[in-house]
């Protein structure tokens, strides 16, 4: 959604609202909140500038309009909300707005009425790639978190030879792990 001047301003209630000033042809200027390591996982000011400027660069596509503070607005939401915990994880939410924003747009451009059915079915398996891509990242953050998958191991048959002890039922390590 492009706002109408070329001077834009976010005006949402998101605590994490950035403000943006930019006019066409000339450097796009982005006040961040007070907590940028809240949005980009890290407050190294280098990463972050280099995050945001991945960022600028998904949701800015047309060099003859301004970029839409809204946008913007509604992309540094989805990083807060993702909340990465480091670099890495900045990295990771980054791309993950990148797949979602894209994902949107080729779904978009595949419903408008004047698509052809090729053109249709094309961005449609663009934009179901770009789904599972996203779904793909988001296993990738839970895993790199530890909310992956718990792996269940069941024993169906025990030997127990003569003179042999065997223990039946959940057993726990010595302080809380191996090797503590």
């Not at 796009?28 to 660069?57: M, Q, R, S, W, Y």
């Amino acid at each position: 959604m492009d706002e109408p001047s070329g001077k834009v301003a976010a005006t949402t209630s998101n605590p994490q609202s950035a403000f943006v000033k930019h006019e066409v042809g000339k450097p796009v200027h982005i006040e961040l909140p007070a907590n940028p390591a809240a949005i980009f996982g890290t407050a190294d000011k280098a990463v972050t500038e280099a995050l945001l400027v991945h960022l600028l660069n998904i949701l800015h596509t047309d060099a003859s309009k301004p970029v839409a503070g809204v946008a913007v607005d509604q992309a540094l939401g989805f990083l807060a909300g993702i909340g990465p915990k480091d670099a890495t994880e900045g990295l990771l939410a980054v791309q993950m707005v990148a797949a979602h924003v894209a994902a949107m747009n080729t779904a978009r451009l595949a419903m408008k009425a004047d698509q052809t059915p090729a053109g249709r079915l094309a961005y449609l398996a663009l934009s179901g790639k770009l789904m599972r891509t996203f779904t793909g990242q988001l296993e990738a953050l839970n895993r790199g978190r530890g909310k992956g998958i718990t792996q269940r191991v069941v024993v169906e048959r025990v030997n127990v030879e003569p003179g042999a002890q065997a223990v039946v039922g959940a057993v726990a390590a010595p302080g809380g792990g191996r090797g503590s």
